[in-house]
């Protein structure tokens, strides 16, 4: 489980780089452009998640904060919880860096937004959208 877990990390971690420190670099809209970046942990995550599947379902069918806490609680289970995190996170990661590209929002105010896409998720995807509305809202006023 330890080498998935590190894996998982090495599977997502170029393209944060690019979008977060060369967000202007042709390149970085090249690929991450692409919605190829985040099959390989969602490819690693069904390997991980298919075979137990039947004991997996029950659990998150009808689930219980016990359930959950002993599903994550389990190595296997922590990784398999992170590697969720990882590819939706970078689903996202990507979707604020090129909404932000397409409305030519700088990416001196966009970087710190993916920063804490990578590492808090829904928090970063919260300050992005404030981000964004202000954007919008100056677009507007102009």
Known sequence: ????????????MPFWALMILTPRWRWTRRIVGSL????????LYAAL????MG??????????????ATLLGLPSGAVIGWIHFLAFDLFVGRWVYLDSQERGISPWLVSPAL????MFGPFGLLLYL???????????SQ
């Open 1 to 12: 489980m330890e080498q998935l877990f590190q894996i998982s990390n090495l599977l997502v």
């Open 36 to 43: 190829w970046i985040v099959v390989p942990p969602a490819l």
């Open 49 to 52: 998640v298919l075979p137990g």
């Open 55 to 68: 004991q997996l379902l029950p659990a998150l069918a009808n689930p219980s904060l016990a359930g959950i």
């Open 115 to 118: 920063f804490f896409v990578l």
């Open 130 to 140: 404030l981000l964004r509305a202000y954007s919008m809202r100056q677009e507007i």
